[in-house]
């Protein structure tokens, strides 16, 4: 596969430093932005540090999904030793060059988007409360886009071993066009806005990337905004009409295999096999019982789904269970008292238990116990209560964006800020 690519970053026009990092390496058809987030020091060395180890596993020939995982733990090991870089993340959405295929690794709400043939569709998932909200019907993109929480991430590199990564396998011809972006451009531009701009065909990636970020810029530059353009030239063997992309979300720390173009070809196959009457009709009576089994399973599953959430009350933080008050008030009780005050924890960890942070049970059972040996010096007071309440004030969260100054924007040996 033969590709053109090139990068290009803008501090924007309020923020002080740029937190946003990227990767363009032709060399090993590895190409990727991160948006990083912490206080202090801590965005940029967050987005830098995923930046470069994503960069070297890359190199040693590792699967894109593993080279995610292995640029979180850098994070990781990274914060641990500099207490100043403490809860410092980064997103992180990286392309990697296959057979008629790329493979992206995406953890976070930077986006991925394929424009083919004058359509242009997003090809990742926000990982975002606004995200989530938005693919559960509970709230439109209109909606989404003035939503006082819409800086709320809900997954993102740093915040501990293992991580949640999609991997999506997509096919591509000649002639597709890829941008990886921070979400400095697309809280500022529609998707609209930027399929004009990516459907100029005049325009060489470099041109592209520059006049993305320049318009994100021109429509106020709240934020960092960064844009890799990836065009694909030449693909050895396209494999005719092209499926949409698979995304896989791997569990926590696990590898997940990428989806081959054979694999894809492999599943049309069989829904050929199946289109045929005869072998239709047998196949959905030997189905219709796991059909029946599985549909009851799914509703029992969903009616028994508890919900947590680590908030706060009297001072001291605790593990609520329940639906947060933001989306169903009223519907929230303490479910254990973790002894710890609200006191011990740094102020960023104290914003975002006012705040809320949801997760599964084990999820936040593993954030008290790593913030307990952090502080544990200090507890919550013996008096705290652990009676139900329904006055909780948790709202949904897990990450938020406060940007404090911060300086540096990370490009890769030898390229400037703006990569032809």
Same mark, same amino acid.
């Given at each position: ?258 989806? %081959?173009? &054979? ?13 045929? *009457? !005869?072998? $239709? #009709?047998? =196949? ?56 710890? %005050?609200? &006191? ?13 942070? *949801? !997760?599964? $049970? #084990?999820? =936040? ?56």
């Amino acid at each position: 596969m033969r590709v053109t690519a090139a990068a290009a970053t803008d501090v924007g026009r309020v923020r002080a430093n740029n937190e946003d990092a990227f990767l363009a390496d032709d060399e090993h058809g590895c190409y990727a932005v991160a948006d990083g987030m912490g206080g202090h020091l801590g965005g940029e060395v967050a987005s830098a540090t995923a930046i470069e180890a994503l960069r070297a596993a890359v190199a040693r020939g590792v699967d894109i999904d593993e080279a995610v995982g292995i640029a979180n733990d850098a994070v990781v090991a990274k914060a641990a030793g500099d207490p100043e870089l403490t809860g410092m993340g980064t997103t992180l959405t990286a392309l990697t060059l296959g057979d008629g295929a790329v493979v992206l690794g995406h953890v976070g709400d930077s986006r991925a988007y394929l424009l083919r043939a004058g359509e242009l569709r997003m090809v990742t998932d926000d990982h975002s409360l606004v995200g989530e909200l938005i693919r559960e019907g509970r709230l439109t993109v209109e909606q989404a886009e003035v939503h006082p929480q819409r800086s709320v991430i809900t997954r993102c590199l740093g915040t501990g071993p293992g991580v949640q990564v999609d991997v999506i396998a997509l096919p591509v011809v000649s002639g597709d066009r890829i941008v990886l972006c921070s979400d400095g451009l697309t809280t500022m531009l529609r998707d609209d806005a930027i399929r004009t701009l990516v459907d100029d065909e005049d325009l060489t990636p470099g041109e592209l990337a520059r006049r993305l970020v320049d318009a994100a810029c021109a429509a106020g530059g709240d934020d960092n905004v960064t844009v890799v353009v990836v065009d694909i030239e030449d693909v050895a063997d396209p494999s005719g009409s092209v499926p949409p992309p698979a995304v896989i979300a791997s569990p926590a720390g696990e590898h997940t295999d990428r989806r %081959s173009p &054979d694999r894809a070809r492999s599943v049309r196959s069989l829904g050929s096999w199946i289109r045929s *009457p !005869g072998r $239709r #009709s047998g =196949l959905l009576l030997l189905l219709a019982p796991v059909l029946v089994i599985g549909i009851a399973l799914a509703i029992f599953a969903e009616s028994s789904r508890e919900t947590f959430f680590i908030g706060s009350r009297d001072g001291n933080v605790m593990i609520f269970k329940g639906t947060p008050p933001s989306e169903k008030p009223n519907d929230a009780r303490v479910s254990e008292n973790t002894y710890l %005050s609200l &006191d011990c924890l740094s102020p960023d960890e104290q914003q975002q238990v006012e705040q809320g942070i *949801p !997760g599964t $049970r #084990s999820e =936040l059972d593993q954030r008290i116990k790593d913030w307990e040996r952090t502080y544990e010096s200090c507890s919550a007071s013996p008096e705290a209560s652990i009676a139900p309440s329904t006055t909780t004030t948790a709202v949904a969260s897990s990450t938020t964006r406060p940007r404090p100054p911060t300086p540096t924007t990370f490009a890769p040996p030898g390229r400037p800020a703006s990569a032809p």
